[in-house]
Structure formats: structure tokens, C-alpha cells
């Protein structure tokens, strides 16, 4: 019990606490499934609106929502997961009977469709922080799985600034 209370004693010179994740005129009070991105820039979370979860994307510290191009149409929202740069968002969409995981690229302002195996729902996911790689969880026949896909052939690595791709010209081996 000393030690607890030793270790506890510290506690408030850690150099860390709470705080909101910013001003955000709609949906502030009712937030869920948060992700942050690598360099901890760029919080999506889940906000109820309209009577609709929509992801909501905003730049930390400051709060402002940077705008999402292809999302509006294809809602609820469920289970965002950002890469290191924020350049990639992740999610779940509901679109029409269908539950789909889609990418929007931030920088191009493309959308992409993965396509699941037939029969298979998914049901969360996680996006490798430089973009090349995604975890989903999926149910189906009864089953629940976890799938890993190489997106490398589709999206650039979104990696910390100074890092350079493995193999690209003017890396050191």
C-alpha cells in the first residue's frame, strides 16, 4: 500500500492532462469511437447529427473541422482510424443495406471501396500509421475474423516528416 501511494504521489507532475478536444459547435457532448492520428494532430470521432453518427474530423490543438469530401452521403459512420499525417481516414459506412470500409485521401480527395469477401460484414478496422496496411474485423457464417490487407498498391506511405520510403531512390541501405 506504500508503494501505491508513492507511485500515486507523483502523479500530477507528469506533464500531461485532460482537455477538450476543441470547440465544435454541433455534437460536443455526445462523442464516441475516437482515433488520433500518429503525430497526434487530427482527431476523428464519432458525433451524433441529424440523427445520424457522423465522423467529425478536426485538427487538435485548435479544434477547427477540416472538411471531409465524400462522407456526407454514406452514413451512419462507425470505427474511423487515421494514419501518422492524418492523410488517411478509414471508416465504416453504411451505404444503402450494406455495411463497406472505405479511405478518403485527404490529399487527392479520392474515396476508396475495399470489397470484402462475400458474406463477410464488417465490424471495426485499424489503418497502419503510414497507410500501407488495414485490420478488419468481420463476421460472417457464424464466424468472426480478422483480415490484413496490403494497400501499398493503392495509397502512398503517409509517414513522419523526414522519413523516406524503404527502397526509394536516395535511401541508405
Known sequence: MALLALLLSGCGSWGWGRRSAGPVGWGGADRQDPALSGNGR???????????????????P???????????RLQPHRSPSLSWNGRYLALLVQEGPDRRVVIEDRATGRLHRLPLPGGLLPDS?????DGRRIAI????????????YDLS?????DLPAGLSVRGAPGDAP
Open 42 to 60: 487530427v482527431l476523428a470521432s464519432v458525433v451524433r447529427r441529424d440523427g445520424r453518427d457522423t465522423v467529425l474530423l478536426q485538427e487538435q
Open 125 to 129: 478496422l485499424s489503418l497502419a500509421p
Open 153 to 157: 498498391a493503392l495509397l502512398e506511405p
Open 62 to 72: 485548435s479544434g477547427t473541422v477540416l472538411p471531409l469530401r465524400h462522407l456526407q
Open 137 to 148: 474485423a468481420t463476421e460472417g457464417d457464424g464466424r468472426s475474423r480478422v483480415l490484413l
